[in-house]
Structures are given as C-alpha cells and as structure tokens.
C-alpha cells in the first residue's frame, strides 16, 4: 500500500509540475462576485447598471440572442420598466401586406435586437471580426467572469517591439493580445443614473454581473433549491443509514 | 412446462394475475428471497447505483426530447430554451448532463470492483461480458448525445471520433461516410446520431435485463470470493440488501445533488457554450472527461491505425479478461501482488486520464506511453503469469466462518459456527 500512496503522490506532484507549461502568458484578474459562492446571489443593482451598459455600449455590435425582454425581470425590473424599455427598441416584426419584411416596436416576448442581420453583415461592419453573442460568453470563455473583466480592463500600450496588427488592439488578457473589439469602456463612458461612480473598474464590474446573469439566469433558484435538496437529502441518508442499521442488527457480519 | 402457475399469494386480485402471469412470484423469488452473500461491502451497491442512474438518465432524457430540435439550424437554441423558457428546463438538463458522468463515475467504480473481487471469473464469465457490451452500448450513447447541443466541442469532438474510422484499411472511409450521412459532421450526422441516442438506452435496458438474469443465475461473488456454501452464507435480499443498497443511493443523489446545483458546469467545456462552426477548429479538441484515459490512448502513438487499434483494444481485451486471469482465487483480499499491480492499473489509468487532458507534447507522451504500456500488460502478461507464480493467502472456509469466527475480532468460542442461524 506505501508504494502505492507514494506513486499517487507522486502522480500528483507531476500534473501540479507540468500546469504551468500549458498556462497561457494571460493576465486573469481576480475579482470578487456577488454570486461566484454557493450561496451567492446576483447583485441586482450592479446587473441593472451593467444592463444599462449594455443597452447603451455593448448593444451596438453584440447581440444577445437567447434572452427576451420579458427576462429583464430577473434582474429586478418591474413589467412597466420592460414595457416601456422594450417599446424604445425597434425589431424586425414578420411581413407587411406586400410580403416585405417590416419592423415594429419591441415587447416583452420580443427577442432582444440583434445590431446585424447576419454574420457576414456584421464582419463586414468590424474589419473581419464578428462579434460574438453575449447570451452565454461568461460560460464559454476560460475564466468566466474574471476573464471577461480582464478583457474589458486589459486594453493597453503594446510592449516595446510587440507589432499590432492593421485594426487590431492590443489586450493584456486576450489570447494573442490582439482583439478586434476596440476599448469599449473608459472612466466615465456611461452615466449612471443611481449615483455610483462610473470608473472604468466598476463598468467592468457592472456589465461583468449583468452577463454572468444573462448566461445563467437560472442560478440563484438552482442554488437556493440545492440547499434544500442538498439538506434533504443528507437527512435522509442518515435516516436509511440508520434504518440499515436496525435491519441488519440481528445479523453477525 | 404448460399449465397455470401455483401461486400463493393471498390477495385474490394478486392471486389471480399471478396464477396466469407469474410476475409476482418472481419478483418475490429474485428481489425478496433471492440469497444473497451476507458479507458484500459498499462496493457491491454500484450496480444498483448504475440501474437507478440509467432511470434517471432515460426519465429526463425523454421529457428533454419533448423540447429539443435535431437540427443544425436549431439544436444549439433549443437548447437554450430549455435551459431559460421551459419549466425547471434547467434542472432536467442538468441532471441529464451530470447524470451522465454520475453514471461513468458508478459504472467505473463497478467494474474495478470486478476486477478487484475477480467477478470475472468461472461461472460469471458470460455475465461479465455482457458487463463490457453494456460498456460499450454506454460509451456510444454517451458520444452520441455530447454531440445533440451542437456546440464547438459537440461538433468537432463528433468529427475526430467518426475520422478514426477511416483509420481501418478499404472500408475504412465508407465507414465514416456512412456515420456522417454525407461527407462531412452535419445536419444527417445529427439527425441520426439523435436516433441512436434515444434508441441505444432501451437497447441497454435489454443487454441489463440479460446482465441480471445471468447474475441470478449464477449468484453474486462477494469480497473473499469463495462460494456460498450453506443457507448461513446468505441473506434474503430483501430487507437486508434493500436496506443497504439505499443508503448508497442516498449518498449517491446527494453526490449528484451537489454537481446539479452547486457545479452544473464543472465537468464541462467551455467552448461547448460556442455554437458549432465548421470553419473554426478550437485550439484544443478534448472528449469528456470520462473518455479521456481512452483518448490518450489513442494518441500515445504516432500511427493512427496503431492508435486507433489500441483504442478499441483497450476495451475489447476485457472481453476475453476471464480467460487470460490464470489465478483461480478470486478475490484480491488474497492475493497481494496481484493487488498490488490492480492498483498500479488503476494509477496507469487516472495518469492516462490526466495526459488525455494534455496536448501530446513533452512529458505527457512519455507518460500516455507509460501508461498504455501498463495498461495492456496488466491483462496480457502480468495477469497470464502472475496466476502461476503468485502463491494466494489461505482462503477461508466459508463467508460465515470467518464473519462469525471474527475478522480481526478477539478469539470465539470454537463451536460458534455451528450455532444455528436465526431466522431473520
């Protein structure tokens, strides 16, 4: 058994070695999020603020194509708010009386509105690069949420002798460090209208909770049912374990 | 034999539903009274642990069949609208998706304990290989639904696997023209790998059926490995096994539990969340993390066809394990360097694993070389010579011998095993 332990360990020790040769010479921020615990819950107020950011930044490239309106209440909006946002917003709305395709004023069942109408149209638009969906980018990026603020905070001078491309930006947390998207947020690019300070940092933050909500509406009802199922079930296990026990009391084993 | 079955249930109804159609009678005699050793560990609740993964698989499976498009153009979105508009959608693809690697983690577990406790050996021959057919049957269905959310790693996961086909000489190709449905992963590869996925748990529910009809049979091997000798060998599997099996799937539902609520994602890749894009490659295409040890088999060779032989021969080579275990003790309890060098397999495995996450450079090639090198020998050399040269521990004379007789446990009186068994 010793040489047993001692060839896990030493099996161990190899993986922990040989991490660092396959890590990525990326900058990965460490944030703290209001809902990264199992316990944690979606700061509502940073996801509304990073809404807003969205609406009036991100909104111009990115879709958000698997999300309604009408889901905007989970981020606390009440059914006037998404009315009356969604009625702002102009979407393609089936085919007129000639059979021309028409628009019309968004409502809450409404998709959210794409900027382009397809894939070609918006690499067309962004020098090649298509901007990706912004429904589930915090899941399908290694690193999440901190990988996202990276990139929102990682714009920068390129060092000494790094050549950037034609269009190109150069970005301390992209793989490659160079990004098509140019820097979308600054110190001070958005207003809030509740009175907190609009640092590049807290933007980052805001629309960083917004997305994370937007991959993953569901989690704050998944996490509080775990509990409960979780507590459950850890009861009954104790339950049917003592039940066996009680069982096999006659039995010498 | 013709003529109505004698029943004795009490209940008329019962009675008379017995009397023409046996059913009760034989769920009394093979869940109820069957005997069972009275010395199984929690080791032996995996296979029950599997049959209660495969109902949840197929429960949730079906109502997110009720939901999802096999279609190129929508499957990635129907997806999504589960996960946001359908009721506790979320939940049944969670579990569905978990579900799956709890049911690798079980199945995994079951079959070392095969190998540790010998279940491999006469007269389960026939019972453990329909064991590695129902392995296999898993393994597909599992390929097959990783590719239905036709994400990134979906799509060009399906497209390495279904190229290894093209690895074997002259049908090779057709082979792989044939699991596409054209010349490329796309919409008729989809399509009918979603038939397969529905299809292959019912077909796996006939090769289990099969599995336990041999197990009841033969009746089950226990942890020192010796055959029931007496009626004092056993238990009524009901309420003793019943019991304990439930507290296993009560663990287990709580281990599942927490991966379904607290980590959904965990065991998963993130480039599966990018809808499949044919122009672009990921930078790294990995399996699931249970397919891994087989991947970097696969890859510890620089020949494909070498590679893809291995593969598949890591797996088909437990079929004829029976027959290349030359020891006729069973359980490993009694044979130490037997177990010793099951251990080092499992090891060769968890390392093999940790190189299929790896790009096949530097030290990861030595190691999946390493490996794989350790994995076959175990079955073709060490097993064959070890059963020859290993002399095995005393075995005892019987299960309740050494259970009455005290494991570890201060000194009996001599005549202890002759008492008589109470009757539970």
């Excluded at chain 1, 004023?105 to 509105?113: E, H, I, L, N």
């Excluded at chain 2, 696997?161 to 093209?166: Q, V």
Aim: aromatic fraction near 12%; proline fraction near 8%; glycine fraction near 8%.
């Amino acid at each position: 058994m010793r040489t047993m332990h001692s060839l896990l360990a030493g099996a161990f020790a190899a993986t922990l070695l040989a991490a660092p040769a396959v890590a990525q010479e990326i900058e990965m921020p460490h944030q703290k999020w209001s809902f990264e615990n199992p316990f944690g819950t979606y700061d509502l107020a940073a996801a509304q603020r990073g809404f807003q950011i969205y609406a009036q930044v991100c909104s111009n490239c990115h879709s958000l194509q698997y999300l309604h309106y009408r889901d905007l209440s989970g981020i606390g909006l009440d059914a006037d708010q998404i009315k009356a946002f969604a009625a702002g917003v102009t979407v393609p709305d089936g085919t007129d009386d000639q059979g021309q395709p028409k628009e019309g004023p968004a409502t809450p069942a409404s998709q959210f509105r794409s900027p382009f109408p397809n894939s070609k149209a918006a690499a067309a638009a962004n020098n090649g690069g298509i901007p990706p969906d912004l429904s589930l980018i915090v899941n399908a990026r290694e690193g999440g949420p901190n990988y996202i603020y990276g990139i929102l905070t990682g714009y920068a001078d390129p060092p000494e002798g790094f050549k950037v491309g034609d269009g190109l930006y150069y970005n301390k947390t992209f793989p490659g460090h160079q990004i098509h998207m140019p820097q979308p947020l600054r110190d001070g690019t958005v207003d809030y209208t509740d009175g907190t300070g609009n640092s590049l940092d807290q933007q980052a933050h805001d629309v960083v909770t917004f997305l994370s909500w937007a991959a993953n509406p569901e989690a704050v009802e998944r996490k509080q049912m775990g509990v409960r199922i979780v507590l459950f079930l850890v009861f009954l296990t104790g339950l049917t374990y003592a039940v066996k026990r009680k069982v096999w009391a006659d039995v010498e084993h | 034999m013709v003529g109505l079955h004698k029943s004795e249930f009490a209940n008329p109804v019962i009675n008379w539903i017995d009397t023409r159609l046996p059913v009760f009678t034989m769920i009394q005699k093979e869940y109820g009274e069957f005997p069972t050793p009275k010395n199984f560990n929690y080791f032996w609740n995996f296979g029950a642990l599997a049959m209660i993964n495969l109902v949840i698989m197929i429960a949730t499976g079906i109502f997110l069949a009720m939901n999802y498009q096999p279609n190129s153009e929508l499957a990635f979105g129907s997806i999504q609208h589960i996960m946001r508009d359908v009721n506790y959608g979320w939940l049944l693809r969670y579990i569905h998706q978990n579900g799956a690697s709890m049911f690798f983690i079980v199945t995994y577990i079951h079959i070392f304990r095969g190998l540790y406790y010998g279940s491999y050996k006469a007269p389960r021959e026939l019972l453990w290989m329909l064991g590695v057919v129902i392995l296999i049957i898993m393994m597909a269905t599992a390929f097959m639904g990783y590719v239905l959310p036709w994400g990134q790693m979906s799509y060009w996961g399906a497209t390495v696997i279904t190229n290894l086909f093209s690895a074997f000489p002259v049908v090779g190709p057709k082979i792989v023209t044939l699991l596409w449905g054209g010349f490329s992963v796309d919409n008729p590869t989809l399509n009918r790998f979603y038939s397969l996925h529905y299809l292959l748990p019912f077909l796996l529910v006939g090769v289990i059926f099969l599995h336990v009809v041999a197990l009841h049979l033969t009746g089950s091997n226990n942890p020192l490995g010796i055959d029931v000798k007496s009626p004092q060998d056993t238990l009524p599997f009901h309420p003793y096994y019943t019991a304990k099996d439930s507290v296993g799937i009560c663990v287990f539902l709580v281990v599942l539990s927490v991966l379904v609520f607290f980590a959904p994602n965990y065991l998963g890749d993130p480039n599966n969340f990018i809808p499949a894009n044919p122009l672009q490659t990921p930078a790294d295409i990995v399996p699931e993390w249970y397919f891994l040890p087989y991947y970097a088999i696969l890859r510890s060779v620089p020949d494909k066809l070498t590679g893809v032989c291995l593969m598949f021969g890591s797996i088909l080579v437990l079929f004829v394990l029976p027959w290349l275990d030359t020891s006729k003790v069973r359980s490993a309890r009694f044979r130490p360097l037997y177990r010793i060098t099951l251990l080092l397999w499992v090891v060769a495995v968890v390392v093999l694993g940790v190189c299929g996450a790896n790009k096949p450079q530097g030290i990861w090639v030595l190691l999946s070389r390493a490996g794989t090198l350790y994995y076959f020998a175990q079955f073709l050399v060490i097993m064959p010579i070890l059963g020859k040269l290993e002399r095995p521990l005393p075995l005892p004379e019987s299960i309740s011998h050494p259970v009455i007789g005290g494991r570890g446990g201060g000194p009996l009186p001599s005549g202890a095993a002759a008492k008589p068994m109470e009757k539970a």
